[in-house]
C-alpha cells in the first residue's frame, strides 16, 4: 500500500525557515516524481513544486519560485521542502503527493498525504 | 489565483445527480492537456477520482463520470451519497505557467 507521511509543521515567524520532510512507503520511491501541494486556511489547493524520480529536475510555483527548494533522498525514501523568507500568505497545510502519468505534461497527483500545518506569524 | 474555474457549490438530494464545471483556457485545458479530478472530504488526504479526463481509478465508484470539451471539462456524480459531501477540485497542465493548475474547488451538499 502506498504511503506518504508529512511532518515538521510549525510555527514560524516572518522571514524565517522551515524544512518539512515526507516520509514514503508501499512503491519504488526513485521510480516516481514526487510534489508539494499546500492548501491555505478557506482557500483551495495550489501546486507547490514537483522533483522527478532521479532528483535532476525541479520545477516551482511562481509564489515560491527563488525562496522554496524541494529535494529528496532515494536512500532514505524521503522528500524534502526548504522553506526560506517565509511570508504570512504561506501560511498553509503543506501534502506531499506522489506523481503518476507518462509524460511531465500529464503527470497527476495520485496519492497524497493528509498534510502538515505551517503557520507563519509573528 | 487559480487559472480554472469552478463553481463554489452545487448541491442534491440523496439519489439525485450533480455536474460541476471546470472552465479553463488556451494555455491549458484548451491546449489538450488533460484534466483530473479529486475529491476532498474533512479531515482526510486529497483523493484521485478521474485521471486522464474520464478515467477512474480502480476502487473509484462508477458513480463518478468526467468528459472534456474544448476549453471546459466536467465531473459528474450520479446517485448522489451523504459520503460524498466534500471539496472537489479539477486539475490540468498550464503551459504559460509551466505547472500545475487547480480548479477554484466546488463544494458539495448532500440535502
Known amino acids: 500500500e502506498v504511503q506518504v507521511l508529512e511532518s515538521g509543521g510549525d510555527l514560524v515567524q516572518p522571514g524565517g525557515s522551515l524544512r518539512l520532510s515526507c516520509a514514503a512507503s508501499?512503491?519504488?520511491?526513485?521510480?516516481?516524481?514526487m510534489s508539494w501541494v499546500r492548501q491555505a486556511p478557506g482557500k483551495g489547493l495550489e501546486w507547490v513544486s514537483t522533483?522527478?524520480?532521479?532528483?535532476?529536475?525541479?520545477s516551482y510555483a511562481d509564489s515560491v519560485k527563488g525562496r522554496f527548494t524541494i529535494s529528496r533522498e532515494n536512500s532514505k525514501n524521503t522528500l524534502y521542502l526548504q522553506m526560506n523568507s517565509l511570508r504570512v500568505e504561506d501560511t498553509a497545510v503543506y501534502h506531499c503527493?506522489?506523481?503518476?502519468?507518462?509524460?511531465?505534461?500529464?503527470?497527476?497527483?495520485?496519492?497524497w498525504g493528509q498534510g502538515t500545518l505551517v503557520t507563519v506569524s509573528s | 489565483q487559480s487559472v480554472l474555474t469552478q463553481p463554489p457549490s452545487v448541491s442534491g438530494a440523496p439519489g439525485q445527480r450533480v455536474t460541476i464545471s471546470c472552465t479553463g483556457s488556451s494555455s491549458n485545458i484548451g491546449a489538450d492537456y488533460n484534466v483530473y479530478w479529486y475529491q476532498h472530504l474533512p479531515g482526510t488526504a486529497p483523493k484521485l477520482l478521474i485521471y486522464d479526463n474520464s478515467n477512474r481509478p480502480s476502487g473509484v465508484p462508477d458513480r463518478f463520470s468526467g468528459s472534456k470539451s474544448g476549453t471546459s471539462a466536467s465531473l459528474a456524480i450520479t446517485g448522489l451519497q451523504a459520503e460524498d459531501e466534500g471539496d472537489y477540485y479539477c486539475?490540468?497542465?498550464?503551459?504559460?505557467?509551466?505547472?500545475?493548475?487547480f480548479g477554484t474547488g466546488t463544494k458539495v451538499t448532500v440535502l
Open positions: 508501499g512503491f519504488t520511491f526513485s521510480s516516481y516524481a
Open positions: 486539475q490540468s497542465y498550464d503551459s504559460s505557467l509551466s505547472g500545475y493548475v
Open positions: 503527493a506522489k506523481m503518476a502519468g507518462s509524460t511531465v505534461t500529464s503527470w497527476f497527483f495520485n496519492s
Open positions: 522533483i522527478h524520480g532521479g532528483g535532476g529536475r525541479t
